[in-house]
């Protein structure tokens, strides 16, 4: 008979807001191990956070008049840093979500790969834990 632990999250209680919080809490870190269910939360209320932003500024700069070139080329770079940090938030919280699973956080490169790497990593992702041996501690 196999002994089951029980499933670990970062946050007490995911959700779309507390998992939302570790995006932004642990942007640009990738030594550490995030649950399935911290990530899909999170992925879903960082990208609606991320393209709420990117509708809106998107808006004013149709708005603009056309010859204004000083305000929209600085909307134009707002818009690249968010998603700069969309794509980054994204990459490390992939590299977080593997090492969960006892994996190397190299295996992000699958998606590389055309449509069969992106698929084989979405199921990567979607597989649970591993917490036997696993390099990286449980942090809370």
Known sequence: MQIKEPI?????????????KLYF????VG????SRKDFWWGYLGFSIVAYVIVALLTFILTKMPV???YWSSIIGVVLAITMGYYWIAVFTAIIR???DRKMRG???LLGVVPFVGAIALIVLLCLPQR???NRFPKTI
């Open 31 to 34: 030594a550490k191990r995030m």
């Open 67 to 69: 010859m204004d070139y």
């Open 97 to 99: 979500r593997l090492h």
């Open 131 to 133: 917490n036997l041996g």
């Open 8 to 20: 670990w999250n970062e946050s007490f209680r995911p959700g779309i807001i507390s998992s939302t």
């Open 25 to 28: 809490q642990d942007l640009f």
């Open 106 to 108: 190299w295996w992000v």
